[in-house]
DNA sequence: AGACTCTCTGAAAACGTTTACTTGGCGCCG
DNA sequence: CGGCGCCAAGTAAACGTTTTCAGAGAGTCT
């Protein structure tokens, strides 16, 4: 249906290899071929059939991004960053998710051999076949908040630790004593490294204790429901991601208690609602949209460079804890204290 | 790098042609051989190359998905719907956002050529070169809130007139009179149709008054903060999304207005959050990932019949009033009243 | 037992590009 | 005035598949 280089060629009366050659690198093309050329091709509306090309030059000039699921502002907000910056350079961005374990993942990665140049992936699944055998050899890969042993390829994590450790931290400081955490599922490698910085922020002092949970709004409904009808209401909670917190205080609310002066409330992620729900939630903010920028420009490198010298690497992205209203402690640590590195 | 048809051929003794047969159709291959190629392959860890199988196939197992710009829950959403569609049907997602306008989208478009096999695009905005010149001929598209001219193929609209009529009628019949609409921008089909509803919805007795916004938090903000402010302060608000509603309900709180008491407030979308904020936000419903996954649905099979009879269609998503309490009419009319058709 | 048919396999063409190599024409220098 | 070299344009190979076509071998029917 669509024009061919040939169409172009038997138009402006030269060969194909001229039509390539004014279209392309433009190497020594006479002004009369040049502008016949040119004339045809925009007058067929011409455009390269980008497989058969691809196919040659070997680059296909998209990168695939494989994530666990998208989901919420979260996603768009990691999409919309290396979205920026892969139009910036060109490329165009070949999305798949709902992988629910690393077996589907190597499926989804195995059919985008040829497809893609690199590959953005986000897989923080523990367990199941690993990754390894499954990546295409050779394609550039950099992933993100996985706890797969480095060794494929570059690696951008959160700080997941860190954040959660400093807003535990926070809530001790604040005269908190008993906090409950509300955790993600078990097998998510960024929900253990949560619990891990709930422990490590809490000290000596304090007794740990967990509930479990899943990301959802709904199972922090839950366990809000379940803390205020509990007859060992602590004093703080500290959910693992700000929706759980949400659905949290939702219930507590619901339920009659008052946020945070019964209880104090943290969250992580600083989704965009964190600011509007009364009280405004304090968490722990993650520029996903840098995160994704980074991982994009990062990949970008290694395609440049397959057997560049970066390889392996594991850069921790930042996060900063922001204090709002929920945690009551607002008016003593308002200033948002910046926490890098791990 | 990886390996190809020919090392698995060699491999196994077999001719290409085998090995393709093996690994397709199977259209009568014998068990000697398959067992052979089956084994070099896994040997191999061979995965066809798409780009040179799409070359000949003419068909890359991928859809394009082009939208105005990646931005917050709706579309997230919105991808979410099309992806799981596009997955369940072993499509793959290409995925180019931040075209601000018709020029850049035709660009985004004409490079998708050879890599996609059908187009879903959003393109609300007005104005600029039409996109049926930059459409490459014959590629099967369906489109999504667009005001073109149908003609281009099928189109699925939401029912955004019939929305702002439904609730700025709701409430009219509430029992306010004066009612104020902070409009999206002004180069934006849906934000037109929006304030076509509100002006149908206001019936003859009530005067109108729009505000301009841009469909963020910040300028609902302003509007919020300028109303507050204002001596003609409204009886009611009806923003053209959530997210202005939601920034418009935070100035006015700010400013100690009560809402519904002292302003009653509306908005449109019913993003994730709106049943959250205080008080919960009366809204219109709208399930884009249902409209997401039933233009895909559409799409694949247009391309599977190119010159079906179903084409130049525009269907309309419907919507839905959601009665919360910002709007004050909680109590009286709190069933949610399905909205359909336009 | 011979011929016909049927089935499986391999050779080769095709998809739409890019690019290395070849050809041809022209100018310049000897 | 003739040869050499350079530059532009064309020819063809290559990329990795699928698929048509032809051939070979075996089985069956007369």
Excluded at 28 to 40: G, H, Y
Excluded at 182 to 189: L, S
Excluded at 308 to 337: F, I, M, N, W
Aim: net charge neutral; aromatic share 4%.
């Amino acid at each position: 249906m669509a024009a061919t280089i040939k169409d172009v060629a038997r138009r402006a009366r030269v060969s194909i290899a001229s039509v390539s050659r004014t279209l392309n690198h433009s190497s020594s093309v006479t002004p009369n071929v040049r502008e016949r050329v040119l004339r045809a091709a925009s007058r067929l509306n011409y455009t390269p059939h980008a497989a058969a090309r691809s196919l040659i030059i070997r680059r296909t000039h998209t990168i695939g991004l494989l994530l666990p699921d998208i989901h919420g502002e979260y996603f768009s907000e990691l999409i919309r960053g290396v979205d920026r910056a892969a139009r910036s350079r060109g490329l165009h961005l070949l999305v798949s998710s709902t992988h629910g374990n690393n077996a589907e993942a190597a499926d989804a990665l195995r059919s985008m051999n040829g497809r893609v140049d690199g590959l953005l992936m986000m897989s923080p699944y523990i367990g199941g076949a690993s990754l390894e055998d499954a990546l295409p050899s050779g394609l550039p890969t950099v992933l993100m908040n996985t706890h797969e042993p480095a060794g494929i390829g570059t690696a951008f994590v959160v700080d997941d630790f860190g954040g959660a450790r400093a807003i535990t931290a926070h809530l001790v400081a604040a005269g908190y004593q008993d906090i409950v955490h509300i955790r993600g599922p078990a097998n998510d490698f960024q929900s253990l490294e949560r619990v891990r910085g709930y422990r490590a922020g809490l000290g000596a002092g304090c007794r740990a204790r967990v509930i479990d949970g899943d990301f959802t709004e709904e199972s922090g409904y839950l366990a809000g429901r379940a803390l205020a009808a509990s007859d060992t209401r602590p004093q703080a909670v500290f959910a693992a991601n700000d929706t759980m917190a949400i659905g949290c205080l939702f219930a507590l609310t619901e339920a009659g208690v008052r946020v945070p002066h019964d209880i104090a409330l943290g969250g992580f992620d600083d989704i965009p609602l964190a600011r509007f729900v009364s009280p405004p939630l304090t968490t722990v903010r993650v520029d996903v949209a840098e995160m994704g920028r980074r991982a994009l420009e990062s990949l970008v490198v290694s395609i440049a460079d397959p057997d560049g010298a970066g390889r392996s690497s594991v850069e921790t992205v930042p996060v900063e804890l922001v204090v709002r209203a929920s945690c009551g402690a607002d008016s003593r640590g308002q200033t948002p204290c910046k926490e890098a590195g791990g």
